[in-house]
């Protein structure tokens, strides 16, 4: 394997493009989860910027791609304080802003292990059409050549689906991470060159039955029938074990970096924006995932989302 050095450090003639979420989130630290009905002190307390197409813009952007957001917020103090975000982070803002509607929130609860639940409110989300996306693309696509094009599972299905029917049709790589699962049409994932789920969603997304997924081989075997549907290449992420990855030709899978969690939220987000830029820059797929895992691992080792992205000298040094 070569080197980060190889990565070039400003790719200007192309873009990644990310199509999602955009969500004020409210993080709340604990010692334990509560139970049902049980009533527990937390810790901490946090509002800051996030959402999954947001985090995902923000990783992509600080490790060295130029990228452009597309999304909708709501004409509300925070909707007006995430296109901040995305303006003080160097991405290029088409985002826009829903009357009368609130911008999405997302609850956090972070665990003291480093494990969290996230319970999310699409808000303005929910109302980021087709034809805007389209128009946004295109726009995007008379000035830039678009590199890489990815979505998430946050916005509506009919808008994730257009936007990566217009990416392939502008020639650009897609990548659509499920998150969460939604009810994808079979048309969708002949559009999609790399799936990146994590285990729960990927067994969501599995059409064989049988005993849970425990070992590497059982989530190669869910990657393939994944694959089967029509996605290019499947990457299933596994925390602390690494990841497992599929084509219709081979499969095998990466290494995780070792590291002490203190906070898994936005590492999988990091893990999409590092394998965006990578492949943007024209790496081949396991450099991409080695980026890809050095970007999650490092934020997982931070508190907050958008806060706890690194930047890319921290990922060329660990990747050393």
């Known amino acids: 394997m070569s080197t980060p050095a190889n990565i070039k450090s400003n790719p200007l003639e192309s873009v990644v493009v990310v199509v999602g979420s955009l969500n004020t989130d409210f993080v709340l630290t604990l010692d334990a989860f509560p139970a049902s009905g049980e009533s527990v002190l937390g810790k ?6 996030g959402g999954k197409g947001l985090n995902q813009a923000v990783a992509a952007s600080r490790l060295g791609a130029q990228v452009a957001m597309i999304g909708a917020v709501g004409s509300d103090q925070f909707g007006h304080g ?3 975000t995305l303006t003080d982070e160097g991405i290029d803002s088409l985002v826009s802003q829903v009357p009368d509607i609130s911008t999405g929130m997302a609850i956090i609860e972070v665990e003291s292990s480093g494990e969290n639940r996230i319970i999310v409110v699409s808000g303005a989300n929910n109302f980021l059409s087709e034809d805007s996306v389209e128009t946004s693309l295109r726009e995007i696509a008379g000035e830039h050549r678009i590199g890489v094009v990815l979505t998430q599972g946050e916005v509506p299905v009919q808008t994730t689906e257009r936007a990566l029917r217009v990416a392939k049709e502008l020639g650009a790589i897609t990548i659509l991470n499920p998150a969460p699962v939604r009810d994808f049409p079979p048309s ?5 060159d790399y799936l990146v789920p994590n285990e729960h969603e990927a067994q969501g997304l599995c059409t064989l039955e049988g005993n849970p997924c425990i070992s590497m081989l059982d989530f190669v075997e869910v990657a ?4 089967d549907l029509g996605v290019g290449s499947v990457i299933i992420t596994r925390g602390e074990k690494g990841a497992v990855w599929s084509t219709a030709t081979a499969s095998g899978q990466a290494a995780a970096f070792r590291i002490v969690p203190v906070d898994t939220v936005a590492a999988g987000d990091a893990f999409c924006g590092g394998l965006a830029a990578a492949l943007n820059e024209g790496q081949p797929l396991n450099e991409a995932l080695r980026w890809a895992s050095a970007a999650g691992a490092l934020t997982a080792t931070r508190v907050g989302a958008a806060a706890s992205l690194p930047r890319r000298p921290e990922v060329e040094e660990l990747l050393l």
């Open 44 to 49: 901490t307390f946090e509002q800051a910027p």
């Open 82 to 84: 995430l296109i901040q």
């Open 188 to 192: 969708v994932f002949p559009l999609v």
């Open 224 to 227: 393939t029938s994944i694959v």
